[in-house]
């Protein structure tokens, strides 16, 4: 049974920092893409940020580059997610998600996911 847990989500100051980090068990780790997406109030959910199993440099989606880093550690089976210079708008549940396909940034390429955590920046 596949499971992702995500953890450190909570409530900052514009401008702040916060590191998601996401657990995962009841899969092969080092062989799945895994990637970080997001979902605010009455919006569809966005892809942030993500690490393909193929190794290669991560990607992440415009609104985020130089602001959030994405990290992995498959010795450990975590994805972690640092978050800098948050904005309100970054506000949003925060949707850990394993895939088998290379550098994918769209939800429907995605096997698993987690249950979210949430993240609220205060202006």
């Known amino acids: 049974q596949v499971q992702l847990v995500e953890s450190g989500g909570g409530l900052v100051q514009a401008g702040g920092s916060l590191r998601l980090s996401c657990a995962a068990s009841g899969l092969t780790f080092r062989s799945y893409t895994m990637g970080w997406f997001r979902q605010a109030p009455g919006k569809e959910r966005e892809f942030v940020a993500g690490?393909?199993?193929?190794?290669?440099?991560?990607y992440y989606v415009d609104s985020v580059k130089g602001r959030f880093t994405i990290s992995r550690d498959n010795a450990k089976n975590t994805v972690s997610l640092q978050m800098n210079s948050l904005k309100p708008e970054d506000t949003a549940v925060y949707y850990c998600a394993a895939g088998k396909l290379p550098n994918s940034d769209s939800a429907e390429r995605y096997d698993y996911w987690g249950q979210g955590t949430q993240v609220t920046v205060s202006s």
């Open positions: 690490t393909s199993w193929m190794g290669g440099s991560p």
